[in-house]
């Protein structure tokens, strides 16, 4: 279960769906739990319509709002005396828990205060991102699954108790990269000394960002439909993308990486907001519309292009229902991975192994194994939706991410069952994991969490009114993970989204907080 990171104030005494805040609000004269009484006065009706009763005894109008506490109808009850002593039992029952409940929630709300006290300036988080106590579970409430509910109260009451935890880390919005005039995609980071940023947009083109500055140093336009992958190459300046006219073009950054270097000193103080790449100064130089290879061959949109590990070859995933391992250098394909009943969402190779995982809206993802001659192929199921994203770890991880708005963390040493299920507040898309093993997860309602492998929740991140993502979150990437000398003090984790924009985020460790 995930840990619910909203502020305990805003949890108790605002969340007009929480239980707790009839508890909390009552007034000194009222009795704990009277208001659930109420309920009985619905539930009673529910009941009786389902022993095929009249709800006469329950009164109309001005009547029937006299069921309360402590009063009786002057008419005399049609239900039997076994149903009456049952529902009886259970409200007292209800009362019984919710009189602790009440009791428990006194006691964290002088936590609350005396938090807030210590911590003036804690930052308090959206009131929108409250999930509360689940009413659900007071439905639920039978004598059959009394032991059940009472856990799950236990539970919802533990979210309250997690959120007085302080967090392992901590973000910060560092920059943005505007300039795409449309929703942007994918994201990534070059792992040169003179590091890049790359995003590929819907507006049908590709650039290549100054990391530092913000400025985009390149735009690829060689493709004829939407851009909808990016990945640079492990040891050379080049790039792959795929893209929505079923292809995917292998290209150089060189020029990029030079405009960088010859630019930096005459752009410092520019007010140039990259908007518009192709006019005035070094723009046309910028532009770059010619692929050095294009590999063609898929009957549909191409949704992800990567690198093999060494480089020499690639992987692209298609709508076609198949992705295809090729060689770059003679773009031909070496083989068709066939075998997903549905279009495909994603490929990823692993960072060292000749490993692919491509996931599909088929509700499985494949792990294809080339360490072989003869490779093999496994398939995993655990999620109930189409699966959006699978991404290796450093470790011996693959981390899943789905629309049932489900995360799973799976060891390829055995992977019949998923070792970690997160629960997400919407659907998942395009997950990093860096090398220290965090795993970042961007959502379709605009959010950013973090959590460890383990599944333990460790921060969001900030959502200040100009300083965040207006649309959908579409992908993150980490970033530094082999130098972190070179990105000391940078920004160290990118997100994209539909709002066209690309941030910088600095996400510190207790130890680097210590440190500073």
């Known amino acids: 279960m995930t840990t619910n990171t909203t502020s305990p104030t805003k949890h108790l005494m605002t969340t007009t769906s929480s239980p707790t805040k009839h508890l909390s609000t009552q007034s000194t004269s009222s009795k704990p739990g009277s208001d659930f009484y109420r309920l009985a006065e619905s539930s009673s009706n529910k009941a009786l319509n389902a022993f095929g009763l009249s709800s006469v005894a329950g009164g109309g109008g001005r009547e029937g709002r006299k069921h309360r506490r402590g009063s009786r109808d002057s008419r005399e009850s049609v239900l039997p005396h076994g149903y009456k002593t049952h529902l009886t039992s259970l409200f007292r029952e209800i009362e019984t828990e919710f009189e602790k409940l009440y009791v428990e929630n006194v006691r964290l709300k002088e936590q609350v205060c005396v938090l807030e006290k210590a911590c003036p300036d804690h930052n308090k988080m959206e009131a929108d ?68 940023l790359g995003t590929a947009s819907a507006d049908r083109t590709a650039r290549v960002w100054s990391v530092d500055r913000a400025k985009c140093l390149m735009r690829y336009t060689g493709h004829q439909g939407s851009v909808n992958s990016v990945q640079f190459h492990p040891g050379q300046e080049l790039v792959i993308t795929g893209s929505g006219d079923g292809t995917a073009h292998v290209w150089s950054r060189g020029g990029a990486v030079q405009t960088r270097l010859q630019s930096s000193e005459e752009e410092a103080d520019s007010s140039d907001d990259g908007l518009e790449m192709t006019t005035g100064g070094t723009g046309e130089s910028m532009a770059q519309s010619q692929a050095m290879v294009v590999l063609a061959g898929h009957q549909g949109v ?215």
């Not at 106590?133 to 539970?155: C, E, G, Q, W, Y």
């Not at 492998?453 to 100009?466: D, F, H, M, T, V």
């Open 302 to 516: 191409v949704v992800s292009a990567d690198w093999l590990a060494g480089g020499d070859q690639a992987v692209t995933a298609s709508w076609d229902r198949t992705a295809a391992l090729w060689d770059v250098s003679t773009q031909t394909m070496i083989q068709s991975l066939a075998g997903h009943d549905m279009e495909l969402t994603g490929a990823a190779c692993h960072p060292a192994n000749r490993l692919i995982v491509t996931s599909s809206k088929d509700t499985t993802f494949r792990l294809w194994d080339f360490r072989e001659t003869i490779h093999s192929v496994s398939v995993f199921q655990g999620h109930t939706d189409s699966v959006t994203c699978a991404a290796f770890s450093r470790s011996e991880h693959i981390v899943s991410g789905s629309d049932d708005r489900t995360v799973k963390v799976w060891d390829l040493r055995n992977m019949r069952a998923p070792l970690t299920n997160i629960q997400t507040d919407s659907q998942v898309n395009k997950l990093s994991i860096s090398a220290g093993g965090m795993v970042a997860v961007p959502q379709d309602n605009r959010h950013v969490y973090i959590y460890d492998i383990s599944g333990n929740k460790l921060a969001r991140l900030p959502r200040e009114s100009s300083k965040c993502h207006m649309r959908m979150v579409s992908s993150v990437v980490w970033a530094g993970e082999g130098d972190r000398e070179n990105w000391k003090g940078k920004a160290n984790l990118f997100s994209v989204g539909f709002d066209r924009v690309a941030m910088g985020w600095r996400v510190k460790s207790k130890e680097e907080q210590r440190a500073v």
């Open 129 to 196: 991102d409250t999930d509360g106590f689940d009413m659900n579970v007071i439905k639920s409430f039978t004598k059959k699954n009394f032991p059940k509910t009472r856990h799950k109260l236990k539970a919802q009451t533990s979210k309250i108790v997690s959120s007085f935890k302080t967090s392992a880390i901590s973000c910060s919005y560092v920059t943005e990269y505007r300039g795409h005039r449309d929703g942007i995609w994918d994201v990534t980071v070059s792992s040169c000394s003179n590091p890049v």
